[in-house]
């Protein structure tokens, strides 16, 4: 059983097309390359009527302002119109991974496989984890308007095929092609708009993207808990998204107008892609994440278990050599992986992200099987987690723009994951359960880690050319989905094994109903709803005590964050 969010919204500028607004795409922003390092200006260096700035904010330059030569060409985007669009599909992709957070179980219930969920969410993060880097790649080489139009109909088609799924395999496969999309939406959504953004005030355009995210997540979960307890269940929390990313795709594909940059023959541009790189990548998260979720399940000495967690280092060795040896445009170059001050930035993603996204998974668990809570319920419980995200996100992107610093905030960010874990351990039962313990516990792991998302890719363009800022960046989206594929399959391993041997242990009078009533529970939550009263209290204290081992892991995690953003480089963000 697992869960998975990808989490943010942030992605690379193209380091091969023209920006939306270029450097030098009007004299307003020509006079912020002058004074500093493509930031904005101050308010002295703005004409004195203002036309100019009311031309960018609509993304275009009056016929008048004569710009230096070999400039990028002159762009009609009306950003007024296009920034709703953009913003569907980070709000989707927010709401459709709180949906499933939500009703997890509930699915897994209805199809008679609860200890196969994992795989709604593994299957989601195969796809995400592969090709959302690969879309910083695909938009340098096919275009922006091209693959957000590809990305809102495939992830539309992918939540289609998922209300219309009749059993677990159809329902996983689905979701591999809503992953395949949603990776698109979150990548060059905001490839978009941080090619209109300066690196100091980065950060707060990445609180203001986060609110649009967080939106997303706060009306997510109760309205995909309020759709599975409803009549119409959980197939139209999926179902109903179709619509709306149909709409975005029309207003993008009406509204969206960004001048090809590359016009070779689509022949040749797909030449041009990693698919050996991608291929290899699939194969070693297939592997350690098969490798996992049958340990849990079948348990760790069977071949079907070894065989694939053996193979994994091997395949993640492959994938290196393929990035940094093989591949003629890799999505995941060594240069930039192995730099240390960018590596020591993605080593913080990485560990930080797998230890937030495992703990969002238990504690969904917790509130359902060890506390009694609904769907609906339980939903409702991840909304001031999601408020305090945003507040840190938004929060550390302000004390940035002012300060122009970002060592300390990522430390501090990492640490209040690290100390969020003691509260979270309290109140799920080694001291005492309690439900608002619980939410105070996920309050300061989410403040925490909004903050250090946001740092970190802050940390990530400071220390990288502007030539391989698209890449560096978008290889932060490869450390991030490994993160969360690793810490919420570890967690669900851990969660597994304990539950399995408290179960074994609590009910063990009697094997052959003890077995029968492990099985039950493990398929459906709603199999605890008919057991008499002292063994449903038996198996919810058993449930309890595998939510607060599988912190171990989670704690362990963030630790190793705290360890790798402690050796990432502080430079000074210029200007305003």
């Known amino acids: 059983m697992s869960y998975k969010i990808p989490i943010h919204a942030e992605s690379a500028p193209s380091a091969e097309t023209a920006p939306l607004l270029g450097p030098n795409a009007s004299v307003v922003s020509n006079a912020a390359q002058l004074r500093s390092n493509g930031t904005f200006p101050s308010s002295s260096d703005l004409p004195v009527n203002g036309a100019a700035a009311a031309d960018v904010e609509n993304g275009r330059m009056d016929s008048d302002i004569d710009a230096p030569k070999g400039d990028a060409p002159k762009l009609k985007v009306n950003m007024k119109a296009l920034l709703p669009a953009l913003a569907i599909g980070i709000f989707l992709v927010a709401m459709d991974q709180t949906l499933t957070i939500a009703t997890y179980g509930k699915m897994g219930s209805d199809l008679n496989a609860l200890n196969s969920t994992s795989w709604i969410s593994t299957s989601y993060f195969l796809t995400l984890t592969a090709f959302q880097p690969l879309y910083g790649r695909l938009s340098d080489i096919f275009g922006r308007r091209e693959c957000l139009l590809f990305a809102y109909t495939v992830f539309g088609l992918g939540c289609l095929g998922c209300g219309l799924s009749r059993d677990i395999a159809e329902l996983c496969a689905s979701r591999a092609v809503a992953g395949l999309g949603g990776g698109g939406m979150n990548a060059v959504v905001t490839i978009l708009v941080t090619e209109l953004v300066s690196l100091r005030d980065r950060g707060v355009w990445q609180g203001y993207i986060n609110v649009v995210f967080a939106a997303g997540i706060a009306a997510g979960a109760p309205i995909g808990g309020l759709l599975a307890d409803s009549p119409l269940g959980w197939r139209w929390a999926f179902a109903g998204q179709f619509p709306i990313a149909m709409l975005a795709w029309l207003a993008v ?132 987690n999601t408020a305090f995200g945003l507040a840190g996100s938004l929060g550390g992107g302000f004390l940035m723009r002012r300060t122009g610093k970002y060592y300390w905030l990522t430390m501090f960010g990492y640490a209040l994951v690290v100390l969020s874990i003691a509260p979270l351990v309290a109140f799920t039962g080694a001291v005492v359960k309690s439900n608002a313990g619980v939410v105070v516990g996920l309050s300061i792991l989410a403040f925490g880690s909004g903050i250090s998302i946001t740092s970190t890719l802050i940390a990530i363009i400071a220390n990288t050319t502007p030539a391989d800022a698209a890449v560096a960046i978008a290889c932060s989206y490869l450390f991030r989905s490994l993160g969360t594929t690793l810490g919420i399959s570890i967690s669900t391993a851990v969660l597994q094994q304990v539950l399995r041997t408290r179960l074994a242990a609590s009910l063990g009078d009697d094997t052959s109903r003890a077995r029968e009533i492990e099985d039950g529970v493990r398929q459906s939550l709603d199999y605890i709803r008919g057991l008499e009263p002292s063994v449903a209290d038996a198996v919810r204290g058993c449930y309890a005590v595998a939510v607060q081992y599988a912190f171990a892991p989670a704690a362990i995690l963030a630790l190793g964050a705290v360890l790798a953003a402690a050796f990432i480089r502080e430079k000074k963000l210029e200007g305003r």
């Open 253 to 384: 594909f009406l509204v969206l107008d960004v001048p090809k940059a590359d016009h070779a023959h689509w022949t040749a541009k797909v030449l041009r892609i990693d698919f050996l790189g991608a291929f290899t990548l699939v194969a070693a998260v297939f592997a350690l994440l098969f490798g996992l979720d049958n340990g849990s399940n079948e348990g760790w000495g069977k071949k079907i278990t070894v065989v694939p967690l053996a193979l994994t280092p091997l395949l993640f060795a492959l994938f290196l050599l393929v990035e940094i040896k093989v591949a003629s445009n890799p999505f995941a170059p060594g240069h930039v992986i192995l730099d240390p001050p960018l590596l020591a930035a993605y080593g913080a993603n990485f560990f930080g992200v797998a230890a937030q996204m495992g703990i969002y998974f238990f504690i969904a668990l917790f509130f359902q099987a060890a506390m009694g809570l609904s769907a609906t319920a339980s939903g409702l419980m991840l909304v001031p």
